[in-house]
């Protein structure tokens, strides 16, 4: 087995097995060693699979290694068992948002649309004792907003002697934590500086809803549903920079396999329910989506702003031209013959690669690209749409491109709501609290990674 990313190190994770690909790392829980099962825990504890792992070797410690293992549903079933049992005082508000390349996999996966998939996931997750259910597309409307606004910036202020551009964009925790952990300079000042959709969402959710509902943070307790298994990674570093707070936006990730194997398993009698909203709305709204094929569209939706911003040219459709392979792509504003803008989508880390090694070489011909660590985007993420052996069911994923595809796109620009929480939550779209609510800071390693070390 060849981890994804690693540096000439052997990965950390490896174990000595024949089947290397699927080899993982046993971590006793607390719940195995005390011995404890919840009421509602039938899931086994959660492993970290090589050939799930898009941050090993130099991305990962030993002792993170542990907290992923523990990044599963015994913290979720824990505080459910206590709502039950002790003093109202103690309990829990249950909150658990829904990634939105998640619901495709459980429409294709139970055959029902995607609104019907919608509500017998929340109708599931309430007949267990969660109290609200929210979709993360808000967050990312944020975040694609944030990062259009910063991309127009460092394209004005883009020169030979402090480059500013290309910008990489920063909402996949794998490539991120891989960036800063393994190549740091010259990579990590790409790095859009707008916080991933899960991190907003757990501002929204810790501070903006927890002030409408008169909660202090530590009384909610925040579940992420996602596909992919960085983002477990991704709270636990956003533990470490939220600490000071006193409250992690993120108290736990459950991927959307690891959900619907509850699901499977249950007895428990299920009502469907319409999706909540931080705004305690009674009527449903559509669910909607991001201009992306498999994720949430940031270089479309970033292309078309910059091209009206920068140039004053309005784009409809954009159009992306397929070069090494299916999973990187070029698209180009061109004017009389002039190449104005030239972005780019890399996913998966074989092609990350070739963006690495040109960026450090001083050869790079994109202003932006779309960086994804899954081959596929988002609706590939590892912990979803898998095998009983570990490997992609192609057919099944098929369907959910299908399903999310048939997903109403809109602007974020156009979410009234959006513009509402930038007055009401954040004081303007200027303020200094966007930048503390939005917006984050890289760390590189100690010594910048030669590029002679990557081994893909």
């Known amino acids: 087995m060849k981890c994804e990313h690693c540096t ?3 990965c950390s994770k490896k174990t000595k097995t ?14 195995q060693e005390n011995g404890e099962k919840g009421e509602f825990h039938k899931l086994a504890d959660a492993k970290i699979f090589l050939s799930d792992c898009l941050a090993c070797d130099s991305c990962v410690s030993a002792e993170e290694g542990i ?4 990044q599963n549903a015994k913290d979720f079933f824990q505080v ?4 039950k049992k002790c003093d109202t ?3 829990k508000v249950l909150a658990v948002s829904l990634c939105p390349q998640s619901l495709p996999y459980f429409a294709a996966k139970f055959s029902l649309s995607v609104t019907d998939a919608s509500r017998r996931l929340c109708g599931f997750l309430k007949s267990l004792g969660v109290h609200y259910v929210f979709d993360t597309t808000i967050a990312a409307d944020f975040s694609i907003l944030e990062s259009q606004k910063e991309f127009v910036r460092r394209f004005r202020q883009h020169n030979e002697e402090e480059p500013a551009l290309p910008m990489l964009t920063s909402a996949c925790p794998g490539w991120v934590r891989y960036a800063e952990r393994v190549l740091g300079h010259p990579v990590t000042p790409h790095l859009c500086t707008a916080k991933s959709p899960q991190q907003i969402m757990g501002s929204l959710v810790k501070d903006y809803f927890a002030r409408r509902q008169n909660l202090s943070p530590d009384k909610i307790f925040h579940v992420i549903v996602a596909p992919c298994y960085d983002k477990k990674l991704e709270a636990l570093q956003e533990d470490v920079l939220t600490a000071s707070r006193g409250s992690r936006g993120t108290d736990c990730v459950l991927t959307s396999g690891e959900v619907a194997q509850m699901m499977e398993q249950s007895d428990v009698s299920v009502r469907e329910a319409a999706l909540d909203t931080l705004f305690g709305d009674v ?4 669910l909607r989506r991001h201009d992306g094929a498999g994720s949430d569209g940031y ?3 970033i292309f078309r702003h910059a091209a009206k911003e920068l140039f004053n040219e309005d784009v409809g459709e954009v159009t992306y031209r397929a070069l090494r392979n299916k999973d990187f792509q070029e698209v180009t504003l061109e004017k009389s013959g002039e190449v104005l803008l030239r972005f780019a989508a890399a996913y998966g880390f074989r092609n990350i690669q070739n963006v690495v090694l040109k960026l450090k070489k001083g050869k790079f011909p994109y202003h932006f690209v779309e960086v994804l660590a899954c081959a596929g985007g988002c609706l590939n993420g590892r912990g979803q749409a898998q095998t009983a052996d570990g ?3 192609k057919a099944l994923l098929q369907k959910m491109k299908g399903i999310y595809a048939d997903i109403p796109v809109q602007l974020p620009e156009a979410s009234t709501h959006v513009q509402e929480l930038y007055q009401e939550w954040l004081d303007g779209t200027d303020s200094p609290r966007v930048q503390e609510a939005l917006h984050t800071a890289y760390q590189g390693p100690g010594q910048p990674a030669d590029s002679r070390d990557i081994k893909w």
Not at 283 to 286: A, F, G, L, Q, R
């Open 8 to 10: 000439r190190k052997e």
């Open 299 to 301: 270089l479309a939706h």
């Open 89 to 91: 005082s103690e309990h």
């Open 391 to 393: 490997r992609t069911d």
């Open 18 to 31: 024949d089947d290397q690909e699927n080899a993982s790392v046993d971590v006793p829980s607390p719940a």
């Open 80 to 83: 459910l068992n206590l709502n």
């Open 67 to 70: 907290q992923v293992s523990q």
């Open 283 to 286: 009527k449903e709204e559509e």
